[in-house]
């Protein structure tokens, strides 16, 4: 049997597969470090080389997906043939899909956003991955004219953050289980948007 130092990055990655699926089935709190042992067939001390904790794994489980989300748009971002609002319109175009991708996953961060420390966590993450792709979009903008703004990067960080919070509101759950206020908190979100970027609100979708 290989020693846990061997291979440590693709063990790791395994452990987190093997966590996430865990979480998806029986819900993260109900989640026990000994049932992902059971699943994962290694000892409790080989875990803790790779884990501290059953929070450390759902921070790089968060961390992890984070990463996918950042691959997922980074050729929009970095596009050289693409204008700002191009850019914009596909940015948002790809983060749903992505996010489609990932639904089972991301109502389960949803249910967690319920946890003052794991919220902080994850806005923290948030901030720091996905917060610079934006606004470099948003500087593109600027550069060109379209979006009437004068700080690019602070503008991008108020709006993921305002997306992101989202599930911290009471009436989060009627937007997810009623269709016509979702539509209307998707129209209020667009406008905000717009708003903040100084463009037409029915120049894109989200």
Same mark, same amino acid.
Request: neutral net charge.
């Given at each position: +049997?290989?020693?846990? @130092? *061997?291979n440590?990055?693709?063990?790791?990655?395994?452990?987190?597969?093997?966590?996430?699926s865990?979480?998806?089935?029986?819900?993260?709190?109900?989640?026990?470090?000994?049932?992902?042992?059971?699943?994962?067939?290694?000892?409790?001390? @080989?875990?803790?080389?790779?884990?501290?904790?059953?929070?450390?794994?759902?921070?790089a489980?968060?961390?992890?997906?984070?990463?996918?989300?950042?691959?997922?748009?980074l050729?929009?971002v *970095?596009?050289?043939?693409?204008?700002? +609002?191009?850019?914009?319109?596909?940015? +948002?175009?790809?983060?749903?899909?992505?996010?489609?991708?990932?639904?089972?996953?991301?109502? =389960?961060?949803?249910?967690?956003m319920?946890?003052?420390?794991?919220q902080?966590?994850?806005?923290?993450?948030?901030?720091?991955? +996905?917060?610079?792709?934006?606004?470099?979009?948003?500087?593109?903008?600027?550069?060109?004219?379209?979006?009437?703004?004068?700080?690019?990067y602070e503008?991008?960080?108020?709006?993921?953050?305002?997306?992101?919070?989202?599930?911290n509101?009471?009436?989060?759950k009627?937007?997810m289980?009623?269709?016509?206020k979702?539509k209307?908190?998707l129209?209020? =979100?667009r406008?905000?948007?717009?708003?903040?970027?100084?463009?037409?609100k029915?120049?894109?979708?989200l």
């Amino acid at each position: +049997m290989a020693r846990p @130092a *061997d291979n440590y990055p693709a063990k790791r990655k395994e452990l987190l597969t093997i966590a996430e699926s865990i979480f998806l089935k029986k819900g993260y709190e109900q989640t026990s470090i000994n049932d992902i042992l059971n699943a994962s067939g290694i000892s409790k001390g @080989a875990f803790y080389h790779y884990f501290k904790s059953k929070d450390e794994v759902l921070a790089a489980s968060i961390d992890n997906l984070l990463d996918e989300a950042v691959a997922f748009l980074l050729p929009t971002v *970095d596009d050289p043939n693409l204008g700002a +609002m191009d850019k914009f319109n596909k940015f +948002m175009e790809q983060k749903s899909k992505f996010q489609t991708a990932k639904m089972e996953y991301a109502t =389960l961060l949803g249910k967690l956003m319920n946890s003052g420390v794991f919220q902080q966590k994850y806005m923290f993450a948030m901030s720091h991955k +996905m917060v610079p792709l934006f606004a470099k979009i948003i500087q593109q903008g600027k550069d060109e004219g379209i979006f009437q703004i004068e700080y690019p990067y602070e503008t991008a960080d108020i709006l993921i953050r305002s997306i992101v919070g989202v599930p911290n509101s009471y009436a989060y759950k009627e937007y997810m289980s009623d269709d016509e206020k979702r539509k209307r908190y998707l129209l209020s =979100l667009r406008g905000i948007i717009a708003g903040a970027l100084g463009i037409e609100k029915h120049g894109f979708s989200l």
